[in-house]
């Protein structure tokens, strides 16, 4: 079947690095995103992947492993802004209607 | 920045009530979306479009319904609400083509509780 897993919480410190996992079962695997969302508010696109590797995009990095179904999202210089959950989401097929999304990983960042 | 809009944001109502949740995007996509969310669970895919007179269910089974009538609405209506709709309800739209790569844009969402 269809399954996605992340950390449910992590705790890091202002200004640190945090890397949240996430490791994916899924047929027809054709990208995987990482999305923000605030509570109480929408979720925002951060990035995508759908070639193993390290796409970097600021403070932000994902990186991506196909043959392991697993990817990781790196956030470096952490501000307190950056506390909210971290959805993963895995895309089926073509036509990117079928994603699959991960319970998320809720981030707090502490001063 | 994305321009999609939901409303109402909060809904408390009461059981058997007819429901119309609104959505609607500025951005001309082709793509529409409507998601479940209980807190701190994923999100379940209930209906989605890909444009005028287009409309599916999603994986998660629901009692709801969708048009698409014009490109830029999405209206899902719940006939007789009962409490275990009670959720939050997110609308998202994406642009077609670019192999499949093109991020979804959220709304808001809208909180219902059934009473």
């Known amino acids: 079947g269809q399954n996605i897993d992340q950390p449910t919480e992590m705790t890091a410190t202002e200004g640190a690095i945090v890397q949240i996992n996430c490791t994916y079962q899924t047929s027809g695997f054709n990208g995987l995103f990482w999305y923000q969302q605030h509570a109480g508010e929408a979720p925002t696109f951060l990035s995508y992947n759908v070639l193993d590797g390290l796409e970097e995009k600021g403070r932000f990095s994902s990186f991506l492993s196909r043959s392991k179904g697993y990817s990781y999202l790196l956030l470096k210089e952490l501000q307190m802004k950056d506390s909210a959950s971290y959805l993963c989401a895995v895309r089926r097929g073509t036509g990117g209607f079928k994603t699959i999304f991960g319970a998320g990983t809720r981030l707090f960042v502490k001063a | 920045e994305a321009d999609i809009y939901q409303t109402p944001r909060y809904l408390v109502i009461g059981t058997g009530k007819k429901i119309t949740l609104e959505c609607s995007q500025t951005m001309g996509h082709d793509k529409m979306y409507w998601y479940q969310q209980d807190p701190g669970m994923e999100l379940h895919l209930i209906h989605y479009?890909?444009?005028?007179?287009?409309?599916e269910k999603g994986d998660l089974s629901s009692e709801s319904t969708v048009s698409r009538i014009r490109t830029e609405h999405f209206p899902l209506t719940l006939e007789s609400a009962r409490p275990s709709h009670t959720s939050q309800y997110l609308c998202a739209s994406s642009e077609s083509g670019g192999g499949g790569n093109q991020p979804q844009h959220f709304g808001d969402g809208t909180r219902l509780s059934i009473l």
């Open positions: 479009s890909y444009g005028v007179n287009s409309t």
